[in-house]
């Protein structure tokens, strides 16, 4: 999908999905296979769900209100030009979590790692089974 507006929903029993240059909200669920988005903008809510595969998102995600990413097995990427107001829980069963997050605070606990980027005024979920985490928002 590439240069959508409006809403995306994707979902794969097995294969990538690739999203490129949208002004949308995302829903994509992979039962095997990556998702990849880049160049997002305006968007509000992230839904994704992979049984077996990575997740790379790219953009301006400053406007994100609602985040919700598992991965059974699989590494989370995410990259923003500027931080959303969003308090994210991040457990990974068995992988790293790497925060570049300017300003944001980070704190550890039970194996649960809570970043909170401005006011932490909206939730989100991170939770793999097997992967790493990275962030870099700016």
Do not use: K, W, Y
């Not at 305006?42 to 609602?66: H, M, W």
Request: glycine residues 16%; proline residues 2%; charged residues 20%.
């Amino acid at each position: 999908v590439s240069g959508h507006r409006g809403r995306v929903i994707a979902d794969t029993g097995s294969g990538p999905v690739n999203i490129t240059d949208c002004e949308c909200e995302v829903s994509a669920d992979t039962g095997s296979g990556s998702v990849n988005a880049r160049g997002l903008t305006s968007v509000r809510s992230l839904g994704v769900d992979t049984g077996s595969g990575s997740v790379t998102i790219e953009g301006d995600l400053s406007a994100l209100t609602q985040l919700n990413i598992d991965t059974g097995s699989g590494d989370v990427h995410l990259r923003s030009s500027a931080q959303p107001s969003l308090e994210l829980r991040i457990d990974t069963g068995s992988g790293d979590v790497n925060v570049n997050a300017p300003g944001a605070s980070v704190r550890e606990s039970d194996g649960v790692t809570t970043v909170r980027m401005r006011e932490g005024a909206h939730r989100g979920i991170i939770d793999t089974g097997s992967g790493s985490v990275d962030l870099d928002f700016q």
